[in-house]
T-cell receptor, first 115, second 114 residues
Framework: DVKVTQSSRYLVKRTGEKVFLECVQD?????MFWYRQDPGLGLRLIYFSYDVKMKEKGDIPEGYSVSREKKERFSLILESASTNQTSMYLC??????????????FGPGTRLLVL | AQSVAQPEDQVNVAEGNPLTVKCTYS??????LFWYVQYPNRGLQFLLKYITGDNLVKGSYGFEAEFNKSQTSFHLKKPSALVSDSALYFCAVRRYTGGFKTIFGAGTRLFVKA
């Protein structure tokens, strides 16, 4: 079974703090993604990566950055956390060769509260 | 704009009754459509997908979805609902904008009453 793990299930941070969310997958997937999930808005793509050291902006990249130094690990960074970044953050991975048929495998999510 | 819409925030159904969760899409070219489910306190799980071929797609946990090109719909169905089906369901569509991306709907919460 594909396993995608996220470093924390719940996180509480203060405004202005630098926040790191870590994601690790064990299926040698090339593609990795970060989404945020908000009620009524569904999932919105923040950043994604097709390979090590590669990154692409998603639909809402402002206030976030990412790092992919190893194939299995994709980190999301909030440079200076703000209250409007309180959300559920979901990491996902997929196999590149799937192309249009791509199925994404998700981690359990990190619920972040910024005070 | 290429997108996917789930017109119902919430669907209520009694256990044993059939259920339908609606999804419509707007995408140029051939659509690639997916359903994912999120059970309480768990990550999203893939249910089923439509790529090509038979309009009725069967997936996990007894779910199926019907692709209707003329109505641009991809409704999720199950003949007999279980209480354990209560979850948040997301419809998604793949689109190409210089690279493939998956666009998710806002989600529909399904409540199945015993």
């Amino acid at each position: 079974d594909v396993k995608v793990t996220q470093s924390s299930r719940y996180l509480v941070k203060r405004t202005g703090e630098k926040v790191f969310l870590e994601c690790v997958q064990d299926m040698d997937h090339e593609n990795m993604f970060w989404y945020r999930q908000d009620p009524g808005l569904g999932l919105r793509l923040i950043y994604f990566s097709y390979d090590v050291k590669m990154k692409e902006k998603g639909d809402i990249p402002e206030g976030y950055s990412v790092s992919r130094e190893k194939k299995e690990r994709f980190s999301l960074i909030l440079e200076s956390a703000s209250t409007n970044q309180t959300s559920m953050y979901l990491c996902a991975s997929s196999h590149r060769l799937a192309g249009q048929q791509e199925t994404q495998y998700f981690g359990p999510g990190t619920r972040l509260l910024v005070l | 704009a290429q997108s996917v819409a789930q017109p119902e925030d919430q669907v209520n159904v009694a256990e044993g009754n059939p259920l339908t969760v609606k999804c419509t899409y707007s995408v140029s070219g051939n659509p690639y459509l997916f359903w994912y489910v999120q059970y309480p306190n768990r990550g999203l799980q893939f249910l089923l997908k439509y790529i090509t071929g038979d309009n009725l797609v069967k997936g996990s946990y007894g779910f199926e979805a019907e692709f209707n090109k003329s109505q641009t719909s991809f409704h999720l169905k199950k003949p007999s609902a279980l209480v354990s089906d209560s979850a948040l369901y997301f419809c998604a569509v793949r689109r190409y904008t210089g690279g493939f991306k998956t666009i998710f709907g806002a989600g529909t919460r399904l409540f199945v009453k015993a």
